[in-house]
Nanobody
């Protein structure tokens, strides 16, 4: 079992930045695939960025400037981060942290994540 708790969401104006954090309840998630996903009202949940078991970090959401979004992990603090810069109103969504030990690929969510946080809201105003 892995419990995940997100924080860092909020309301920002377009062009601003946010760093989301996700703290895990156990160090065993070091061997898991982890990621950030988001779900906007009326839309399906989609993967934003992931880190696979080898530690390879990838921004997977289609974006004209994918470098404005980056994922990182601090194993010492059991914390996963999502840095988002140059935020746009289209980034408005509930953001979820997720983890899975098996890393089975799945369309839309990238992996079939088993463990999920409760979500943190990000609202970007024009």
């Amino acid at each position: 079992q892995v419990q995940l708790v997100e924080s860092g969401g909020g309301s920002v104006q377009a062009g601003g930045s946010l760093r989301l954090s996700c703290t895990a309840s156990t160090t065993t998630w070091d061997s898991h695939c982890v990621g950030w996903l988001r779900q906007a009202p009326g839309k399906e949940r989609e993967a934003v960025a992931v880190i696979d078991r080898d530690g390879t970090a990838m921004t997977v959401i289609p974006d004209k400037n994918p470098r404005r979004i980056s994922i990182s992990k601090d194993s010492g603090n059991n914390t996963l981060y999502l840095q988002m810069n140059d935020l746009k109103p289209a980034d408005t969504a509930t953001y979820y942290c997720a983890a899975d030990p098996l890393c089975v690929p799945r369309p839309q969510t990238w992996y079939a994540f088993q463990y999920w946080g409760q979500g943190t809201q990000v609202t970007v105003s024009a």
